[in-house]
């Protein structure tokens, strides 16, 4: 039943071969093109969501990994590592294989027109195209609007950290979720959460870049580094709140606020 | 018969798991599906590294062997047809392992067996797709008796020595995916230690079902 | 493969501001190390499990007895086998053994080995014949930098927590009886000092063209660093010592200029650590001893006088 364990080899507690009911399958649910059947690969919590008519159903399991998989319409933080061509190659996680964020893929962006992203720097973007047997491509680009809609460069102030792909899932998709709010008596922030488990987080002003300020008059250091040490502070405090219960959450945000 | 076992132990690769059954203790880490190689790249389908390497001394051909008979096991269970052109890199680490004296045989069931039970949970803690799940059983016949899990005295005494490995499809021990045996054994013996395995098996797969669920439950413990 | 990685300049610059205020990312102290956490195996001599921070690693020591050198008929063999596989980071390869691999089992073999660390005339059996044969593997488990500190230290402690089975000679030196280990208590190996190796990472955060030694000495330096720290640094020192104040071996290849008496400054500085971790090496030892007596009940065999 949904919401119970299932590993691979178990059987679904659907039936597939029902041609009255509409099945669409998601994550952890494979669909065997010989056979046509469709089984379990992943261990986890089967959810099955059926609409009031039951005439679709929607398959799935929820479970916990590390590595991200790329699929269209997700909302992605990349780190660039170069150009080839006309586009960007952009990494979404250690070790995977690079994606492609065309230049063409910004608002604006014409031939004499291009965006200005160097190395090592970080955006936000959506999967626009996630074949697996070719290059997955990126954009930066509201496909409604055609702006920008919150994507492009996430600039060097904030700090990017790596959290479970599970966790990413629930800071990005969960509205009742506590722990970006219990953060938020702590501190003002600004977060961007990549599915692929990645986030960028800026508490305050964050880092002052060397271009806008050489020297502060009337600030004092402590004041310039308590931006930094919150956007750690904050850092450290979600990190940590993958591994904990629910109750010991305040103490954990104690914690990780106790030097700032 | 018991294993203890624990997972998500090392942090930069996607899947580890730690084995200890009898004598033997072993680790093992699944990083994938990352890029791989230009000579790795297969057009379909995934392809598969896997490095063994002994608790003692550097790795020789015995390993080669042992990483050849893991891998026929894992290139039909793992669903290779949903990464095409990644890989999926598997490294089994021998931490313990019963090493017999000078002058005796040198048995590889006890490390064949653990390798495959650990990398069963290192391959779940990555979330690499699997079409079933599996168990392994190291055994030695001994006049007709059979002893699971047999230590290296048992394996001194024994008639033959076998490992078997079972796909485990709605719980119960459907296809035989590896049998590896050694030593002098009868047909008819041979019929009844895998009819006999297979309920062994099956125990086996009760535990393994047990950790997955408290490793799930551990996954999640933050939700509320 | 092992080129798909890329630091994003956000952690970088988060890093090295954080540096020039004086705040490190995990909250250590600049000259502070990571704590160890060991695990030595009940079971058998010479296993051990360390934990140094995240690093993981396990270390092996197990001998055999063989045919010495024939140029060295009196002494004993020893070797360090320390190859790194993928599973303590992927961006290691498998095959191919990189720079930063080589040196990093280059610089503990210069320490442990080169450095007479084990007394190979203790390991004679019948000069020229038969001599006890060392062999240390070194596994590591998961990489958060500082393989050579932890690595050493590892080593170091399975030296120490080894016992060779006890052998009698017998016919006039025609045959050896190694007595197995229930037989007769195994006898601990001959250890004539203990380098602990620390490696100091420069970082010159001030100045914007890297390599560059700056004007104002201002360059910052971390003691063990961890896995960004050390993707991020300029340039990197190995300071091998011992309790006597001995410098064992000394490794700073390329990387920015430091300043002469800077190298001073660390090795002195370096002596309370190095202190420290040779003082938790014997006493996790001799705390792991007596435990052992108790559970096998040894003071029933002990003898009656105690001279």
């Known amino acids: 039943m949904s919401g119970s364990l299932i590993i691979p080899?178990?059987?679904?507690?659907?039936?597939?071969?029902?041609?009255?009911?509409?099945?669409?399958?998601?994550?952890?649910?494979?669909?065997?093109?010989?056979?046509?059947?469709?089984?379990?690969?992943?261990?986890?919590?089967?959810?099955?969501?059926?609409?009031?008519?039951?005439?679709?159903?929607?398959?799935?399991?929820?479970?916990?990994?590390?590595?991200?998989i790329p699929q269209t319409n997700d909302f992605v933080i990349g780190i660039v590592t170069g150009v080839v061509g006309e586009a960007y190659k952009v990494l979404l996680q250690d070790f995977s294989t690079a994606v492609l964020l065309s230049m063409m893929a910004f608002p604006n962006a014409t031939k004499k027109n291009r965006p200005n992203l160097k190395i090592g720097q970080a955006v936000y973007a959506r999967v626009s195209q996630a074949i697996p047997e070719i290059e997955t491509e990126l954009e930066c680009i509201d496909p409604t609007t055609g702006k920008e809609g919150g994507f492009g460069l996430l600039d060097e102030s904030g700090y990017i950290f790596t959290v479970n792909l599970n966790f990413a899932r629930e800071l990005l998709f969960n509205p009742n979720s506590i722990f970006l709010e219990k953060l938020a008596s702590r501190c003002k922030f600004e977060i961007a959460i990549g599915i692929n488990g990645k986030v960028w987080i800026k508490c305050g002003e964050g880092i002052k870049l060397e271009k806008e300020t050489s020297e502060e008059e009337g600030k004092t250091p402590r004041e310039n580094t308590r931006d930094l040490k919150s956007t750690l502070a904050a850092a450290r405090y979600l990190t940590k709140c993958q591994k904990i219960s629910v109750e010991s959450l305040d103490q954990v945000l104690d914690e990780a606020f106790k030097n700032v | 018969m018991t294993f203890q076992v624990r997972t998500s132990l090392l942090e930069n690769v996607d899947g580890s798991a730690e084995l200890q059954i009898g004598n033997t203790k072993v680790i093992t880490s699944v990083t994938g599906p990352i890029e791989p190689k230009a000579r790795q790249d297969l057009p379909n389908q995934a392809s598969l590294e896997i490095v063994i390497r002994p608790a003692v001394d550097l790795a020789s051909t015995r390993e080669k062997l042992l990483e050849d008979k893991l891998r026929s096991l894992l290139q039909s269970i793992i669903v290779r047809y949903?990464?095409?052109?990644?890989?999926?890199?598997?490294?089994?680490?021998?931490?313990?392992?019963?090493?017999?004296?000078?002058?005796?045989?040198?048995?590889?069931?006890?490390?064949?067996?653990?390798?495959?039970?650990?990398?069963?949970?290192?391959?779940?803690?990555?979330?690499?797709?699997?079409?079933?799940?599996?168990?392994?059983?190291?055994?030695?016949?001994?006049?007709?008796?059979?002893?699971?899990?047999?230590?290296?005295?048992?394996?001194?005494?024994?008639?033959?020595?076998?490992?078997?490995?079972?796909?485990?499809?709605?719980?119960?021990?459907?296809?035989?995916?590896?049998?590896?045996?050694?030593?002098?054994?009868?047909?008819?013996?041979?019929?009844?230690?895998?009819?006999?395995?297979?309920?062994?098996?099956?125990?086996?797969?009760?535990?393994?079902?047990?950790?997955?669920?408290?490793?799930?439950?551990?996954?999640?413990?933050?939700?509320? | 493969m092992s080129k798909n990685i890329e630091v994003s300049t956000n952690e970088k610059t988060y890093f090295l501001e954080a540096l020039k205020s004086g705040i490190r990312l995990d909250s250590r102290a600049f000259d502070e190390i990571r704590q160890p956490e060991i695990t030595l195996s009940k079971k058998e001599y010479g296993y051990v499990e360390l934990d140094w921070g995240t690093t993981k690693l396990a270390v092996r020591v197990s001998a055999e007895i063989r045919k010495p050198y024939e140029d060295r008929p009196f002494e004993g063999l020893f070797m360090i086998n320390c190859e790194i596989s993928s599973m303590s980071w992927p961006h290691f390869d498998n095959q191919k053994n990189s720079n930063d691999e080589v040196l990093i089992a280059r610089i503990i073999e210069k320490a442990i080995r080169r450095s007479n660390s084990l007394d190979l005339e203790s390991l004679c059996i019948i000069a020229g014949e038969k001599v006890w044969c060392i062999t240390v593997d070194l596994n590591f488990l998961n990489y958060d930098g500082n393989f050579i500190d932890a690595g050493c230290f590892g080593v170091m402690l399975a030296l120490h927590h080894f016992k060779k089975p006890d052998i009698s000679i017998v016919n006039g030196g025609e045959d050896i009886i190694v007595h197995d280990v229930n037989e007769r208590q195994p006898v601990p190996l001959s250890v004539l000092h203990v380098p602990v190796c620390l490696t100091y990472s420069f970082y010159n955060p001030g100045n914007k063209e890297s390599n560059l030694k700056g004007e104002d000495d201002d360059e910052i330096y971390l003691l063990d660093a961890n896995l960004l720290e050390e993707q991020n640094r300029e340039g990197s020192i190995v300071i091998t010592l011992n309790k006597n104040r001995e410098l064992i071996q000394l490794s700073k290849n390329g990387g920015i200029p430091i300043n002469a008496n800077v190298l001073l400054e660390l090795s002195f500085k370096s002596m309370k650590i190095v202190d420290r971790l040779t003082e938790k090496i014997k006493e996790v030892i001799k705390k792991h001893e007596a435990e052992r007596y108790e559970e096998l009940n040894l003071r029933l065999l002990e003898v009656g006088a105690d001279r």
């Open chain 1, 9 to 68: 080899g178990d059987s679904l507690p659907i039936d597939s071969r029902d041609s009255e009911i509409k099945t669409t399958i998601g994550p952890g649910i494979y669909k065997n093109p010989q056979t046509q059947s469709i089984i379990p690969t992943n261990a986890g919590v089967i959810n099955v969501q059926q609409n009031k008519a039951k005439t679709t159903q929607l398959v799935y399991v929820e479970s916990n990994s590390k590595r991200y």
């Open chain 2, 82 to 224: 949903k990464y095409p052109r990644q890989l999926i890199q598997i490294v089994v680490q021998f931490l313990v392992s019963d090493t017999s004296s000078e002058g005796e045989i040198d048995y590889t069931s006890n490390e064949l067996n653990a390798a495959i039970n650990c990398c069963y949970f290192a391959l779940i803690d990555a979330g690499v797709a699997l079409s079933a799940s599996f168990a392994s059983l190291s055994i030695s016949l001994n006049d007709g008796k059979a002893t699971y899990n047999p230590s290296l005295v048992d394996l001194n005494k024994s008639d033959s020595h076998h490992v078997i490995c079972f796909n485990i499809v709605k719980g119960k021990a459907d296809k035989i995916l590896l049998l590896e045996s050694q030593g002098d054994i009868e047909e008819e013996e041979l019929f009844t230690m895998i009819s006999n395995a297979v309920s062994e098996c099956e125990v086996i797969h009760q535990q393994q079902r047990k950790f997955i669920k408290e490793k799930v439950d551990n996954d999640y413990v933050w939700k509320q």
